[in-house]
């Protein structure tokens, strides 16, 4: 029940067994992949099932991915995806919470891992529970795909909880730093709005406008279920079909955001005041959508200018006296989204001094070609954090379902391999093309009677 | 019902006396997890813990002898490792991520690094003003940490391990630290006695127990230092008054409500005192939770814990919970009342049984991973305890009876639960 911390292709198309094969209702488009996953798609509702089998881990993980997130929230009812979220907790038709069946009382009371995020591209709703309980999630899931109880009773008995989340991301400063960029970098565009939402939209939420929400949304054509662990192939599928499959496809095709981001006319700059705390700096350029054929190069940028303590700007800025922390922000998203540089200035040290400081290392990528080892170092980092994700039921479905949501789940193993054939030249374009002046924002957060 | 045992997957060694290396098998082919403690000497109070932290921040990729710090980090980026260093009890705890290729080369350069750095004036300094300045800044500006600091306050002096400073104290603490001073306290606290190694591997294990005994050939075996007692504990005249700190901005209250225990870790009552605390604040099915989320929806959540289960002090009870500033006033003295009926009546069977099944549900899910074993033994490992409990643990939660339970709630005073609130209230 949490909001992902604010705002989180290449060019080679996927490749899929040219004779999909059919099994009991399902057709198998499983793509080339080193991950040992396979896809296939339940015929009769477009339901898209993912599978890895991990045998003897003595648990499965279920995690219902639905393409749909708070940039296709419009103000005015900005945080619905969240407050939606909140009450597919609170039962379903054949799961009622006022006879003990919710999804809690269900998984948690048995020692499962029970939750559900929402961000800018997608919902999901997962458990990992011991293997003689998955053909209960599946149930349950299936059950509240498309029957849950949405009630004014619940919608209000939930709304201060809802609140307290909002306060609490309030209550970080880097966490309102961040919100503010993406205010300021996209005016028009469902990014512009934070997933929790502006607070007068979550407290006129409306129990009409939510389940017109998920009337539109909830529907497996426009859903990804993947299972991750202890469970083989056969009984997954079997799993999904029974429980699943009971549902039809949507009657109307699923809405896509019309809205287009206009161009960017110039630098724009904004200034959080505060009392304590640290001076922060964030510098954000626009970057293209995920499956963008530069998403493998931005990485590289990514990596190479904050990705660990003896990165470009680690050097420039920490090594250099200036700031205490430095780090950079790059998630390929659905749409064309920000990559962002945040950086926390040590006592006395002006934010001039450190955006020169950040410009002066931009502007090195921009004339200078990079050293090819340090895409080496990048290509390296990134194998191995990919051979961390296959580790844990949830951690790979954490990471796997950001991939789904970007709209093709293999650009995670492809990204891997494409960072292989970036070479220095391509980061030096990417740097020219989208570092610009033109395309940048910057915030501050500025501490007026610091104490120190 | 029978439950997983992991215990006979892992292969014990002794690379040399006094160090131990626990060999786990990796589920993922081609990566290896490594964990190591290096012992530092007795437990000393967060209130003197400032070298200690800018030492842990500064290693593990520091500059040592005949290997300079850009030349390290080149290597282990080369490598595809990432390494980090804490200080976590009364060791420096080092963990590595790395291709199973390079685990041998790894290993050896991030053991010298931590066992004959150099500290140089440029590298200390960084480390010293990012935790002197970054770290206390963001200390003051975090409600969670002056509700814990405000708590700690009512029961224990400076001196207690338990106790925190402000960060005005933390960050003149920093300032004052001298290079040639830390890297004495760093070098005359380590010893060869304790050194624990936890690795899942693919790597067999002869060859992870080589390295560690090349490192360590050379560093004394000397003698853990033996735990001080410490009776720097207080007395407060109205345990019940609540504390408060205004901190600037804030929409939300943080809340920890708690008290100090007589139980250790080793107490026998221990595992029953544990359950008792679960039953209050464990989870989505903790009382904390459906009072002050399910039934008021007052919090986004409320969690109690055990602290100090990796020391041998005594235990203390703490429970949290971030309240709205609106409904602060009014969710204040439900949680309060929470904690109290709790105390003095203890728990009922009906909550146990619960607690029993969902307690060995959640091990196997929680231990389903490489990397959650890993840390699981290391815990145990760095801690004193005999790596075959996590296997025994089932018994032990089966075995526990609604009496032990209740009898383990109530060695807490009930006028010693105490509450500190730290937001915006002025």
Same mark, same amino acid.
């Given at each position: 029940?949490?909001?992902?911390? &604010?705002?989180?292709?290449?060019?080679?198309?996927?490749?899929?067994?040219?004779?999909?094969?059919?099994?009991?209702?399902?057709?198998?488009?499983?793509?080339?992949?080193?991950?040992?996953?396979?896809?296939?798609?339940?015929?009769?509702?477009?339901?898209?099932?993912?599978?890895?089998?991990?045998?003897?881990?003595?648990?499965?993980?279920?995690?219902?991915?639905?393409?749909?997130?708070?940039?296709?929230?419009?103000?005015?009812?900005?945080?619905?995806?969240?407050?939606?979220?909140?009450? #597919?907790?609170?039962?379903?038709?054949?799961?009622?919470?006022?006879?003990?069946?919710?999804?809690?009382?269900?998984?948690? +009371?048995?020692?499962?891992?029970?939750?559900?995020?929402?961000?800018?591209?997608?919902?999901?709703?997962?458990?990992?529970?011991?293997?003689?309980?998955?053909?209960?999630?599946?149930?349950?899931?299936?059950?509240?795909?498309?029957?849950?109880?949405?009630?004014?009773?619940?919608?209000?008995?939930?709304?201060?909880?809802?609140?307290?989340?909002?306060?609490?991301?309030?209550?970080?400063?880097?966490?309102?730093?961040?919100?503010?960029?993406?205010?300021?970098?996209?005016?028009?565009?469902?990014?512009?709005?934070?997933?929790?939402?502006?607070?007068?939209?979550?407290?006129?939420?409306?129990?009409?406008?939510?389940?017109?929400?998920?009337?539109?949304?909830?529907?497996?054509?426009?859903?990804?279920?993947?299972?991750?662990?202890?469970?083989?192939?056969?009984?997954?599928?079997?799993?999904?079909?029974?429980?699943?499959?009971?549902?039809?496809?949507?009657?109307?095709?699923?809405?896509?955001?019309?809205?287009?981001?206009?161009?960017?006319?110039?630098?724009?700059?904004?200034?959080?005041?505060?009392?304590?705390?640290?001076?922060?700096?964030?510098?954000?350029?626009?970057?293209?959508?995920?499956?963008? +054929?530069?998403?493998?190069?931005?990485?590289?940028?990514?990596?190479?200018?904050?990705?660990?303590?003896?990165?470009?700007?680690?050097?420039?800025?920490?090594?250099?006296?200036?700031?205490?922390?430095?780090?950079?922000?790059?998630?390929?998203?659905?749409?064309?989204?920000?990559?962002?540089?945040?950086?926390?200035?040590?006592?006395?040290?002006?934010?001039?001094?450190?955006?020169?400081?950040?410009?002066?290392?931009?502007?090195?990528?921009?004339?200078?070609?990079?050293?090819?080892?340090?895409?080496?170092?990048?290509?390296? &980092?990134?194998?191995?954090?990919?051979?961390?994700?296959?580790?844990?039921?949830?951690?790979?479905?954490?990471?796997?379902?950001?991939?789904?949501? /970007?709209?093709?789940? *293999?650009?995670?193993?492809?990204?891997?391999?494409?960072?292989?054939?970036?070479?220095?030249?391509?980061?030096?374009?990417?740097? $020219?093309?989208?570092? *610009? %002046?033109?395309?940048?924002?910057?915030?501050?957060?500025?501490?007026?009677?610091?104490?120190? | 019902?029978?439950?997983?045992?992991? /215990?006979?997957?892992?292969?014990?060694?002794?690379?040399?006396?006094?160090?131990?290396?626990?060999?786990?098998?990796? *589920?993922?082919?081609?990566?290896?997890?490594?964990?190591?403690?290096?012992?530092?000497?007795?437990?000393?109070?967060?209130?003197?813990?400032?070298?200690?932290?800018?030492?842990?921040?500064?290693?593990?990729?520091?500059?040592?002898?005949?290997?300079?710090?850009?030349?390290?980090?080149?290597?282990?980026?080369?490598?595809?490792?990432?390494?980090?260093?804490?200080?976590?009890?009364?060791?420096?705890?080092?963990?590595?991520?790395?291709?199973?290729?390079?685990?041998?080369?790894?290993?050896?350069?991030?053991?010298?690094?931590?066992?004959?750095?150099?500290?140089?004036? =440029?590298? @200390?300094?960084? &480390?010293?003003?990012?935790?002197?300045?970054?770290?206390?800044?963001? #200390?003051?500006?975090?409600?969670? @940490?002056?509700?814990?600091?405000?708590?700690?306050?009512?029961?224990?002096?400076? &001196?207690?391990?338990?106790?925190?400073?402000?960060?005005?104290?933390?960050?003149?603490?920093?300032?004052?630290?001298?290079?040639?001073? !830390?890297?004495?306290?760093?070098?005359?606290? =380590?010893?060869?006695?304790?050194?624990?190694?936890?690795?899942?591997?693919?790597?067999?294990?002869?060859?992870?127990?080589?390295?560690?005994?090349?490192?360590?050939?050379?560093?004394?075996?000397? *003698?853990?230092?033996?735990?001080?007692?410490?009776?720097?504990?207080?007395?407060?005249?109205?345990?019940?008054? $609540?504390?408060?700190?205004?901190?600037?901005?804030?929409?939300?209250?943080? $809340?920890?409500?708690?008290?100090?225990?007589?139980?250790?870790?080793?107490?026998?009552?221990?595992?029953?005192?544990?359950?008792?605390?679960?039953?209050?604040?464990?989870?989505?099915?903790?009382?904390?939770?459906?009072?002050?989320?399910?039934?008021?929806?007052?919090?986004?959540?409320?969690?109690?814990?055990?602290?100090?289960?990796?020391?041998?002090?005594?235990?203390?009870?703490?429970?949290?919970?971030?309240?709205?500033?609106?409904?602060?006033?009014?969710?204040?003295?439900?949680?309060?009342?929470?904690?109290?009926?709790?105390?003095?009546?203890?728990?009922?069977?009906?909550?146990?049984?619960?607690? +029993?099944?969902?307690?060995?549900?959640?091990?196997?899910?929680?231990?389903? !991973?490489?990397?959650?074993?890993?840390?699981?033994?290391?815990?145990?490992? %760095?801690?004193?305890?005999?790596?075959?409990?996590?296997?025994?643990?089932?018994?032990?939660?089966?075995?526990?009876?609604?009496?032990?339970?209740?009898?383990?709630?109530?060695?807490?005073?009930?006028?010693?639960?105490?509450?500190?609130?730290?937001?915006?209230?002025?």
């Amino acid at each position: 029940m949490t909001v992902a911390r &604010a705002h989180k292709k290449s060019g080679s198309s996927r490749t899929t067994r040219t004779t999909p094969r059919t099994s009991a209702g399902f057709v198998e488009v499983t793509p080339n992949n080193t991950l040992g996953v396979t896809e296939h798609v339940l015929q009769k509702n477009g339901l898209r099932v993912l599978h890895r089998h991990i045998p003897d881990s003595g648990a499965v993980g279920l995690m219902v991915t639905y393409l749909v997130g708070s940039r296709h929230e419009v103000a005015g009812n900005t945080g619905s995806t969240h407050i939606l979220e909140h009450l #597919m907790f609170k039962g379903s038709k054949h799961f009622p919470a006022k006879k003990g069946m919710s999804v809690i009382d269900a998984f948690a +009371k048995k020692g499962a891992l029970v939750n559900a995020s929402t961000w800018l591209d997608r919902t999901n709703y997962y458990e990992v529970v011991p293997k003689e309980h998955f053909a209960e999630c599946c149930a349950v899931e299936a059950d509240r795909m498309r029957h849950a109880n949405i009630t004014e009773k619940d919608l209000r008995a939930e709304l201060p909880a809802v609140i307290s989340e909002y306060a609490l991301h309030k209550n970080n400063t880097r966490e309102v730093l961040d919100e503010h960029m993406w205010h300021t970098a996209f005016l028009a565009h469902g990014y512009h709005h934070s997933t929790i939402g502006w607070l007068s939209d979550i407290e006129s939420a409306s129990v009409a406008q939510l389940q017109h929400f998920y009337d539109t949304y909830y529907h497996p054509n426009n859903a990804v279920v993947s299972v991750v662990g202890d469970a083989p192939l056969a009984e997954v599928l079997g799993l999904v079909r029974e429980h699943f499959g009971v549902h039809p496809r949507s009657l109307h095709p699923i809405p896509k955001p019309h809205t287009k981001e206009p161009e960017q006319q110039g630098e724009r700059m904004f200034v959080i005041e505060r009392t304590q705390g640290s001076n922060m700096l964030a510098v954000g350029w626009k970057v293209p959508p995920a499956l963008h +054929k530069d998403t493998p190069v931005l990485r590289v940028l990514a990596d190479v200018l904050g990705g660990s303590d003896s990165s470009l700007l680690h050097h420039a800025l920490v090594e250099g006296g200036l700031c205490a922390d430095v780090h950079v922000e790059y998630v390929p998203f659905h749409d064309a989204a920000l990559f962002l540089v945040y950086a926390t200035l040590l006592p006395n040290v002006a934010h001039s001094a450190v955006q020169q400081r950040i410009e002066r290392v931009i502007e090195g990528l921009r004339t200078t070609p990079l050293a090819p080892e340090l895409v080496a170092h990048t290509r390296a &980092a990134i194998e191995r954090e990919m051979l961390e994700s296959m580790d844990g039921h949830y951690q790979f479905l954490s990471v796997i379902n950001e991939y789904i949501a /970007t709209g093709d789940w *293999t650009l995670y193993e492809r990204t891997c391999r494409e960072v292989a054939q970036v070479v220095p030249e391509d980061v030096q374009r990417c740097a $020219v093309q989208y570092c *610009t %002046t033109a395309q940048q924002t910057i915030g501050m957060v500025r501490v007026q009677a610091s104490t120190h | 019902m029978t439950h997983p045992t992991y /215990t006979h997957t892992i292969e014990t060694r002794e690379p040399l006396s006094g160090t131990t290396l626990h060999m786990l098998p990796t *589920t993922v082919r081609g990566l290896t997890y490594c964990s190591l403690a290096l012992p530092h000497g007795a437990y000393h109070a967060q209130g003197v813990s400032a070298v200690a932290d800018v030492c842990g921040l500064l290693l593990p990729e520091c500059s040592s002898r005949g290997q300079s710090r850009s030349v390290l980090r080149a290597a282990l980026r080369a490598a595809g490792a990432e390494v980090w260093a804490h200080m976590h009890g009364t060791h420096l705890a080092v963990h590595i991520v790395v291709p199973s290729k390079q685990v041998e080369s790894v290993l050896r350069m991030v053991l010298r690094a931590v066992l004959t750095p150099t500290f140089s004036q =440029r590298e @200390f300094r960084e &480390a010293q003003q990012r935790m002197g300045q970054y770290y206390a800044a963001e #200390m003051e500006d975090n409600t969670r @940490f002056h509700a814990r600091r405000l708590w700690s306050e009512v029961w224990y002096g400076s &001196a207690h391990p338990y106790a925190l400073h402000t960060p005005e104290a933390y960050r003149n603490a920093c300032v004052e630290l001298v290079a040639k001073e !830390s890297k004495e306290w760093y070098t005359g606290t =380590r010893t060869r006695a304790g050194v624990v190694a936890v690795c899942a591997s693919d790597v067999p294990a002869k060859r992870v127990e080589r390295v560690l005994a090349e490192a360590f050939e050379t560093v004394a075996e000397g *003698t853990r230092e033996a735990c001080v007692d410490v009776e720097d504990t207080r007395t407060p005249a109205d345990a019940t008054v $609540v504390q408060t700190h205004h901190v600037p901005h804030k929409e939300n209250v943080d $809340v920890l409500i708690g008290a100090p225990l007589s139980l250790t870790r080793e107490s026998d009552a221990y595992h029953a005192l544990r359950a008792g605390v679960y039953i209050l604040g464990g989870g989505a099915a903790g009382r904390l939770f459906h009072q002050l989320r399910e039934k008021h929806n007052f919090t986004y959540g409320s969690y109690a814990t055990l602290s100090g289960t990796d020391t041998p002090y005594p235990l203390a009870l703490n429970a949290t919970a971030i309240f709205p500033r609106a409904v602060y006033d009014r969710a204040l003295p439900v949680f309060q009342e929470v904690m109290l009926c709790w105390a003095e009546k203890g728990i009922t069977a009906h909550e146990l049984a619960a607690y +029993k099944t969902e307690a060995l549900g959640r091990r196997v899910v929680s231990l389903s !991973s490489t990397k959650a074993l890993v840390d699981t033994v290391f815990a145990y490992a %760095t801690s004193g305890r005999d790596i075959a409990e996590i296997d025994t643990q089932p018994r032990i939660i089966e075995a526990l009876t609604t009496k032990e339970v209740n009898a383990a709630i109530h060695t807490i005073t009930p006028t010693h639960i105490t509450a500190a609130a730290a937001g915006s209230f002025e």
